[in-house]
């Protein structure tokens, strides 16, 4: 009885205007707004959380090698103190959320307040402004608490069972992921809200037209905090531990170690530094939520009310980023083909947000793994030109690639707007397609300089010019190799073929996918780690490369006439083919 009424009351409060309009921004912030209906894919919320788990979940994984009871003794490690070597690892779990969920409200800054079509649909309406500003208002809280748990579900419950591997105590497991629980979800809160507020401050206090310019750069200072915040975990956790005295001002500057210490002071573990900031997590996060919805409600009302003048106006378009192409047309790109298709891709990156979406989930999980690296390497070294030289350190540059470069290659799959590719299948030569020659040219173009240019200053300041030379050579011939390998018999111009079906090998191809990063990334890394002493043995990778070169190349080759056509749709291959002689 008390089910059924609770279901009824439930139905009628969301078929009123406060909860359609709920409904209305909720789905607005997950699948985007904006001015112009463009086509684009629709990825889905549950593949959309599944993708913001699995961070947390893969990382915990990983560290299974490190707390197992039978790896310890193997190692020859008895009586650890595991809360000791936990710590480095709970400070990466505090991060990981922050950069991840501070990631979350950059992308969907735009999409948190209304828009110009917003207002053309709603001011009509008989709904009073305050009812759109707290259902806007519920709706971002409502993306607050779902990212919050996500992003840290699978970490949640996946790291203590791998911490508490070794004691088989169940009231261990329970604390450790309480504590844990706790740290990491205030840590999510707390970004989340930094960077609302920062949206908040910024509208509350600028024109709009301003505000677009100012909003940009904003953005990308938010981004490159994050990615530095995420950068400390391999070195912040040791300078807490060490912290004898008064609290170090730079703690300041970072809140993560207000959360872990949080975190060590719940274990009782906390250093009198310690201590002191973790009285700042709980005052801190109200503190910041306060301070957000105010400058939220102040950016709210002041926005809203200036999109009619926006909208009677002319609205403001911002010009494409000047590209200048004379040098790169000149010498990379060689044919029209190449040259006018290399635009078109090029735009598409920059103004798709669902293919902006995936690169910055891919680009985000090899960020995650390459610190992750970076940590395992510094432990136990006594300076950074021995971490440098560990296998750990070494795959740094390997995993980024392998997983850009799959990731540009999967983008490359998706449509953009498939009622637009009649323009190229008007324009272009089926027959005379160059659609290898254009991904490959795309793939290494926007991985393979900076990535080089990063390896080859970091090891010739830590190891001299002659290791410096060899790991980025080695680097940049597997990207060339690999990048040859997934786009050998490609025939699509990128964005603009239907979606690719499902197909009996696909589950094959994705177990050779994660079985060829282990030997691109960690085979790779382990026999660098031993012959960068010796350069000379450096040439026993020549065999594989040449191979790994010509079986691309002879399977480019031999493939029929029919399969090198250019195609905009993709079709599932039919096992039995009717002649349908009767018709």
Not at 29 to 50: M, Q, S
Not at 375 to 391: I, P
């Amino acid at each position: 009885m008390i089910r059924e009424i609770v279901r009824q009351e439930w139905e009628y409060r969301r078929d009123r205007p406060f909860g359609r309009l709920v409904q209305l921004f909720v789905a607005r912030i997950f699948r985007g707004g904006g001015d112009t209906d463009t086509e684009g894919i629709d990825l889905g919320v549950g593949l959309v959380l599944t993708l913001l788990a699995l961070p947390g979940g893969f990382v915990s994984i990983f560290l299974f090698d490190k707390y197992g009871s039978l790896l310890q003794w193997l190692r020859g490690q008895t009586n650890v103190d595991t809360l000791l070597i936990a710590f480095p690892d709970e400070y990466f779990f505090i991060v990981l959320p922050m950069t991840v969920t501070g990631a979350i409200a950059v992308w969907r800054w735009d999409a948190i307040f209304p828009d110009r079509r917003d207002y053309m649909n709603l001011a009509h309406l008989p709904v009073a402004t305050r009812t759109i500003f707290f259902a806007n208002l519920l709706a971002v809280l409502f993306l607050v608490g779902l990212v919050a748990l996500d992003v840290n579900a699978a970490s949640c419950v996946l790291f203590p069972m791998v911490v508490s591997a070794s004691q088989g105590s169940l009231m261990f497991f329970l604390k450790f992921g309480a504590v844990h629980a706790i740290g990491v979800l205030l840590s999510s809160i707390f970004s989340f809200l930094a960077v609302f507020a920062i949206l908040g401050l910024l509208m509350a206090t600028l024109p709009p037209r301003l505000l677009r310019r100012v909003s940009a750069y904003a953005r990308g200072m938010v981004v490159v905090y994050l990615v530095t915040l995420l950068c400390t975990s391999f070195i912040i956790p040791d300078l807490l531990r060490r912290v004898k005295g008064p609290v170090p001002s730079w703690t300041l500057l970072f809140p993560s170690c207000w959360f872990v210490s949080l975190c060590q002071l719940l274990r009782e573990r906390a250093n009198p530094a310690m201590a002191e900031l973790a009285k700042l997590c709980v005052p801190g996060v109200a503190v910041l939520a306060v301070f957000a919805f105010g400058a939220y409600a102040i950016g709210y009302r002041r926005h809203f009310v200036r999109i009619a003048e926006i909208a009677e106006g002319t609205s403001v378009t911002h010009a494409p980023f000047p590209w200048r192409w004379s040098a790169l047309e000149q010498f990379v790109l060689r044919t029209p083909f190449q040259k006018g298709c290399f635009r078109f891709v090029g735009k598409t990156l920059l103004r798709s947000e669902a293919h902006r979406l995936v690169l910055t989930g891919v680009g985000g999980l090899a960020l995650v793994l390459a610190s992750q690296s970076l940590m395992r390497a510094f432990e136990g070294m006594k300076s950074a030109r021995q971490a440098a030289m560990t296998s750990d350190a070494l795959s740094i540059p390997f995993t980024v690639s392998f997983l850009l470069i799959m990731g540009l290659r999967i983008v490359f799959e998706i449509p953009a707007d498939l009622r637009s590719n009649w323009t190229f299948q008007l324009m272009l030569d089926s027959d005379h397609q160059e659609c290898e020659p254009l991904a490959r040219r795309v793939i290494l173009l926007l991985t393979l300089p900076w990535i080089l240019i990063i390896t080859f200053a970091a090891y010739l300041y830590l190891e001299g010019p002659v290791v410096a030379v060899l790991h980025t050579a080695v680097v940049g011939t597997w990207s060339c190799l690999l990048t040859n390998i997934i786009v050998v018999r490609f025939r699509k111009l990128p964005f603009t073929c239907s979606l690719p079906v499902f197909k009996q090998h696909s589950i094959v191809i994705l177990i050779s996918l994660c079985f060829g990063f282990l030997i691109y990334a960690g085979s790779t890394a382990e026999f660098e780690s031993t012959a960068l002493s010796h350069p000379i043995r450096m040439l026993s990778l020549l065999p594989v490369a040449l191979m790994a070169w010509y079986i691309p190349r002879y399977l480019g080759k031999n493939t029929i006439d029919l399969e090198r056509k250019l195609i905009f749709e993709e079709g599932a291959t039919r096992s039995v083919e009717l002649l349908r002689l009767s018709e």
